[in-house]
């Protein structure tokens, strides 16, 4: 049998309740009318716009806008990973993809991404977006090479992705890994703890499968080692400046001319 | 003694030994942080372990820990059989199974993205799922315990559900509400990013979501060692407790205020306004009326027992109670530490100072203090109280206890103190090296050491812990130990309000607020356009 509700429940209930009631309202006018309105003067606003702010319906802070800046700032890499970039990508078909592939890129890079040259990079197993990136830069002129800037010209945005979807679905052999112990080697060391005292993250904290790091980063492992070195150096003088927030421009620029050959025998796997 | 003494200690077990290993862990943690040089110090490796020691901190010992202590209460304070023993025991499976796909999935490097998440940064379909199952087993023990008052009071008409039990349902049906945030989370977000079938991630909106879960957990973990000031400590010390009613409210309150209050994580975040922050702000400030609350019934209850015990004058009363009891030595220790943790989280959660601690070492320490301090040091305290229910074998001596209570105390303060100064310097949070050779912060080099040193201290007194309940050969041999007994109040309830023996009332005042608190700021990423991230993949390489 329930219990009976006596007086004493209800009263309970009711009180309960409009002590709730009580403490919810003091924040909500506190939070949305008297601060917004004690603050406003100070921020240039009127009281709506105030209130406004304050529950989220209009954006952005108070604070005064700062003086426009003249010069508009150009970016190298017209590539931005946005959701519809992102979409291109998902969507690309891999048979178009190899097609073009032997076609236009066989000839050197090899039908199966296994590059013929030392100079010439791999291209089997590394990820989409990062191919992705590179071709659309080769077209935009953000990176120039002799061939590489044609062959990017001649194709479409959406041909692009088909190939790199192709050569990412090579799945390589990762010679070297995330889950490598630590030796005591200094070029090791380099790759995997970075070097604080020079501001230098480790290399693997973008350039490893499944590193988390930004999209554009590549996989280094198995690359070839002329390749690497020679697009090291390339940043390090500013020739190349095609990388996002000018990461690959600041960490090869603090990099020795030996650190760079040896990290390009590492990652190759030969060192 | 309980007739399913072998699911409780099977839960508390597990609970304990995952507890060992991550404190271990946490020392390798400070190591590597410190100038000192550490084996595998590498920042993979680091967040790889601060994962592990998370995720076994705060989601397994926890869970467990609270499954087991919940199961045992509702046989010894109902003075009835557990209902669904079978459910109880495929709970248990369910979450075993759990546990072992996460920690598997972290050990094999697929999942470094903290305890909290941290989307866009994605783990291991496993790892989640392993959580997942984790939750699904505490929902099954929540039901069970929903189940278990409601045919204590079906037979029972009239008369009170006991204070104990009364707390760990207030503790379930928290739990039920704080668990939907997470669980939103992972089902809509986080698994669709881990599938491929999204590219994007509405990072504003998912951490508005594990917001809601994040404050209320930490009540989750804190009210069992409130159910044991409440109902252990005062009968330990040799009195009863000053009012059962106050217990009851402290308990409703909790559940009340600590829900609608996880936005003050994100006072720094800009998806939120001004507004919204203060109401969570103000809310969040009333949770500080059951904590005095219960400071005050406690300190009541301890004086009755010191005064009965021949204590005289203003303080004399605390030199007489028996402090070489484990459950005493244990409230006085976790009182002194709540009121430092408690200090540093009235900073966090104010609006306004929040900004000069937020993401520094000031709030790793406040929540170690709180939930590695006074939490912890409760579940030692309960783990003595019980075990000799469990095991039919008596301690031989409470010496050992003793040792490893003070021995975690003082390492607490020791590892918590520096964290807290450091913060306060600017030491960011959630960074695996320092470079002591820059001149900014090489200061800071000998406090981190000093951390280690407590956080060495920390690891002992757990190795200790796990020692001193094992079964040992040369204990007497087994006997029938008496049922257990929870505090006595002072004036045992009779006949209490509907609103104190049930959870209708407040189920409903915490829907209203959640509605009032987190309604316009989750609703507001569905009206525009929000900002999606790219998801950053941490697993598969």
């Given at each position: 049998?329930?219990?009976?509700?006596?007086r004493?429940?209800?009263?309970?209930?009711?009180?309960?309740?409009?002590?709730?009631?009580?403490?919810?309202?003091f924040?909500?006018?506190?939070?949305f009318?008297?601060?917004?309105?004690?603050?406003?003067?100070?921020?240039?606003?009127?009281?709506?716009?105030?209130?406004?702010?304050?529950?989220?319906?209009?954006?952005?802070?108070?604070?005064q806008?700062?003086?426009?800046?003249?010069?508009?700032?150009?970016?190298?890499?017209?590539?931005?990973?946005?959701?519809?970039?992102?979409?291109?990508?998902?969507?690309?078909?891999?048979?178009?993809?190899?097609?073009?592939?032997?076609?236009?890129c066989?000839?050197?890079?090899?039908?199966?991404?296994?590059?013929?040259?030392?100079?010439?990079?791999?291209?089997?197993g590394?990820?989409?977006?990062v191919?992705?990136?590179?071709?659309?830069d080769?077209?935009?002129?953000?990176?120039?090479?002799?061939?590489?800037t044609?062959?990017?010209?001649?194709?479409?945005?959406?041909?692009?992705?088909?190939?790199?979807?192709?050569?990412?679905?090579?799945?390589?052999?990762?010679?070297?890994?995330?889950?490598?112990?630590l030796?005591?080697?200094?070029?090791?060391r380099?790759?995997h703890?970075?070097?604080?005292?020079?501001?230098l993250?480790?290399?693997?904290s973008?350039?490893?499968?499944?590193?988390?790091?930004?999209?554009?980063?590549?996989?280094?492992?198995?690359?070839?080692?002329?390749?690497?070195?020679?697009?090291m150096?390339?940043?390090?003088?500013g020739?190349?400046?095609?990388d996002?927030?000018?990461?690959?421009?600041?960490?090869?620029?603090?990099?020795?001319?030996?650190?760079?050959?040896?990290?390009?025998?590492?990652?190759?796997?030969?060192? | 003694?309980?007739?399913?003494?072998?699911?409780i200690?099977?839960?508390?077990?597990?609970?304990?030994?995952?507890?060992?290993?991550?404190?271990?862990l946490?020392?390798?943690?400070?190591?590597?942080?410190?100038?000192l040089?550490?084996?595998?110090?590498?920042?993979?490796?680091?967040?790889?372990?601060?994962?592990?020691?998370g995720v076994?901190?705060a989601?397994?010992?926890?869970?467990?820990?609270i499954?087991?202590?919940?199961?045992?209460?509702?046989?010894?304070?109902?003075?009835?059989?557990?209902p669904?023993?079978?459910?109880?025991?495929?709970?248990?499976?369910?979450?075993?199974?759990?546990?072992?796909?996460?920690?598997?999935?972290?050990?094999a490097?697929?999942?470094?993205?903290?305890?909290?998440?941290?989307?866009?940064?994605?783990?291991?379909?496993?790892?989640?799922?392993?959580?997942v199952?984790?939750?699904?087993?505490?929902?099954?023990?929540?039901?069970?315990m929903?189940?278990?008052?409601?045919?204590?009071?079906?037979?029972?008409?009239?008369?009170?559900?006991?204070?104990?039990?009364?707390?760990?349902?207030?503790?379930?049906?928290?739990?039920l509400?704080?668990?939907?945030?997470?669980?939103?989370?992972i089902?809509?977000?986080?698994?669709?990013?881990?599938?491929?079938?999204?590219?994007?991630?509405?990072?504003?909106l998912?951490?508005?979501?594990?917001?809601w879960?994040?404050?209320?957990?930490v009540?989750?973990?804190?009210?069992?060692?409130?159910?044991?000031?409440?109902?252990?400590?005062?009968?330990?010390?040799?009195?009863?407790l000053y009012?059962?009613?106050m217990?009851?409210?402290?308990?409703?309150?909790?559940?009340?205020?600590?829900?609608?209050?996880?936005?003050?994580?994100?006072?720094?975040?800009?998806?939120?306004?001004?507004?919204?922050?203060?109401v969570?702000?103000?809310?969040?400030?009333?949770?500080?009326?059951?904590?005095?609350?219960?400071?005050?019934?406690i300190?009541?209850?301890l004086?009755?027992?010191?005064?009965?015990?021949?204590?005289?004058g203003?303080?004399g009363w605390?030199?007489?109670?028996?402090?070489?009891?484990?459950m005493?030595?244990?409230?006085?220790?976790?009182?002194?530490?709540?009121?430092?943790?408690?200090g540093?989280?009235l900073?966090?959660?104010?609006?306004?100072?929040?900004?000069?601690?937020?993401?520094?070492?000031?709030v790793?320490a406040?929540?170690?203090?709180?939930?590695?301090g006074?939490?912890?040091?409760?579940?030692?305290?309960?783990?003595?109280?019980?075990?000799?229910?469990?095991?039919?074998?008596?301690?031989?001596?409470?010496?050992?206890?003793?040792?490893?209570?003070?021995?975690w105390?003082?390492?607490?303060?020791?590892?918590?103190?520096?964290?807290?100064?450091?913060?306060?310097?600017?030491?960011?949070?959630?960074?695996?090296?320092?470079d002591?050779s820059?001149?900014?912060?090489?200061?800071?080099?000998?406090?981190?050491?000093?951390?280690?040193?407590?956080?060495?201290?920390?690891?002992?007194?757990?190795?200790?812990?796990?020692w001193?309940?094992?079964?040992?050969?040369?204990?007497p041999a087994?006997a029938?130990?008496?049922?257990?007994?929870?505090?006595?109040a002072v004036?045992?309830?009779?006949?209490?309000?509907?609103a104190?023996?049930?959870?209708?009332?407040?189920?409903?005042?915490?829907?209203v607020?959640?509605?009032?608190?987190?309604?316009?700021?989750?609703l507001?990423?569905?009206?525009g356009?929000?900002?999606?991230?790219?998801?950053?993949?941490?697993s598969?390489?």
């Open positions: 049998m329930p219990d009976p509700v006596t004493e429940d209800r009263r309970w209930s009711l009180w309960a309740g409009v002590i709730v009631a009580g403490v919810l309202t924040s909500l006018l506190v939070g009318v008297v601060l917004p309105l004690a603050q406003a003067p100070n921020a240039n606003l009127d009281a709506w716009t105030a209130i406004c702010r304050a529950v989220g319906l209009q954006p952005g802070t108070p604070a806008p700062q003086p426009p800046v003249s010069a508009t700032a150009a970016p190298v890499s017209q590539v931005r990973w946005t959701p519809a970039t992102l979409q291109i990508l998902d969507a690309a078909d891999l048979r178009p993809g190899a097609a073009l592939a032997s076609a236009v066989a000839d050197c890079h090899g039908a199966e991404g296994f590059s013929t040259s030392a100079d010439v990079p791999q291209l089997a590394q990820s989409a977006p191919i992705y990136k590179q071709l659309t080769y077209r935009s002129g953000a990176r120039a090479h002799p061939q590489m044609d062959v990017a010209k001649a194709l479409t945005e959406v041909q692009l992705a088909q190939i790199a979807a192709y050569y990412a679905g090579y799945r390589k052999h990762d010679a070297l890994g995330r889950s490598q112990e030796p005591s080697d200094p070029i090791a380099l790759a703890r970075g070097d604080p005292s020079r501001g993250a480790p290399c693997e973008c350039h490893a499968r499944a590193s988390g790091g930004p999209p554009e980063a590549p996989i280094l492992t198995g690359q070839r080692a002329d390749y690497l070195v020679s697009q150096k390339a940043f390090k003088t020739q190349r400046r095609n996002v927030y000018r990461r690959m421009r600041d960490v090869a620029g603090a990099l020795t001319d030996d650190e760079i050959a040896r990290l390009g025998q590492f990652y190759q796997g030969v060192y | 003694m309980p007739i399913n003494r072998r699911l200690l099977a839960h508390f077990w597990l609970a304990f030994v995952v507890f060992a290993a991550a404190c271990a946490g020392v390798w943690q400070m190591w590597v942080r410190s100038p040089a550490a084996p595998q110090d590498v920042p993979e490796r680091y967040y790889q372990s601060v994962t592990a020691h076994s901190m989601y397994v010992l926890t869970t467990f820990f499954m087991g202590f919940g199961y045992f209460v509702a046989e010894t304070a109902l003075k009835r059989e557990l669904g023993k079978t459910w109880a025991w495929a709970a248990y499976g369910i979450a075993v199974v759990g546990v072992l796909m996460t920690v598997m999935s972290i050990a490097g697929q999942a470094s993205v903290l305890y909290t998440f941290y989307p866009p940064m994605t783990a291991t379909i496993w790892f989640y799922v392993g959580l199952l984790v939750v699904v087993g505490s929902w099954i023990w929540c039901a069970l929903l189940v278990a008052m409601a045919r204590f009071k079906r037979d029972n008409p009239g008369v009170p559900v006991p204070l104990a039990m009364y707390a760990t349902v207030a503790n379930a049906v928290m739990w509400w704080t668990t939907v945030g997470v669980a939103a989370e089902l809509f977000q986080i698994i669709p990013a881990v599938m491929g079938w999204t590219q994007t991630i509405d990072v504003g998912s951490r508005t979501l594990f917001s879960t994040l404050h209320a957990i009540y989750f973990w804190l009210l069992p060692a409130y159910i044991a000031f409440y109902t252990m400590a005062p009968r330990a010390a040799g009195g009863r009012s059962d009613t217990g009851r409210l402290s308990f409703v309150l909790f559940l009340l205020y600590s829900l609608p209050v996880g936005m003050h994580h994100l006072f720094m975040d800009p998806e939120h306004s001004t507004g919204f922050k203060f969570q702000m103000s809310l969040t400030a009333l949770v500080s009326i059951p904590t005095l609350l219960t400071v005050f019934t300190s009541a209850s004086e009755l027992a010191g005064r009965l015990r021949g204590g005289k203003l303080l605390i030199r007489a109670l028996p402090w070489d009891r484990p005493v030595l244990a409230t006085g220790l976790a009182f002194f530490m709540l009121w430092f943790g408690g540093g989280g900073i966090n959660m104010s609006y306004g100072m929040n900004a000069m601690i937020h993401n520094t070492s000031w790793t406040h929540f170690h203090l709180i939930f590695g006074t939490v912890i040091l409760m579940y030692f305290a309960i783990a003595y109280e019980i075990w000799p229910s469990l095991t039919r074998q008596p301690f031989r001596s409470a010496t050992l206890q003793r040792f490893q209570l003070w021995l105390a003082v390492g607490m303060m020791v590892m918590t103190i520096p964290w807290h100064f450091l913060g306060l310097q600017g030491q960011w949070r959630r960074v695996a090296t320092f002591y820059d001149p900014r912060i090489s200061a800071w080099g000998p406090w981190v050491v000093v951390s280690l040193v407590g956080g060495v201290m920390l690891l002992v007194s757990a190795l200790l812990f796990v001193i309940l094992i079964p040992k050969r040369y204990s087994p029938p130990a008496p049922t257990y007994a929870f505090a006595l004036h045992p309830p009779h006949r209490v309000p509907a104190l023996n049930g959870f209708f009332l407040w189920n409903i005042l915490v829907a607020l959640m509605v009032a608190a987190y309604g316009f700021p989750i507001q990423f569905f009206m356009d929000a900002p999606q991230a790219v998801i950053h993949r941490l598969g390489g």
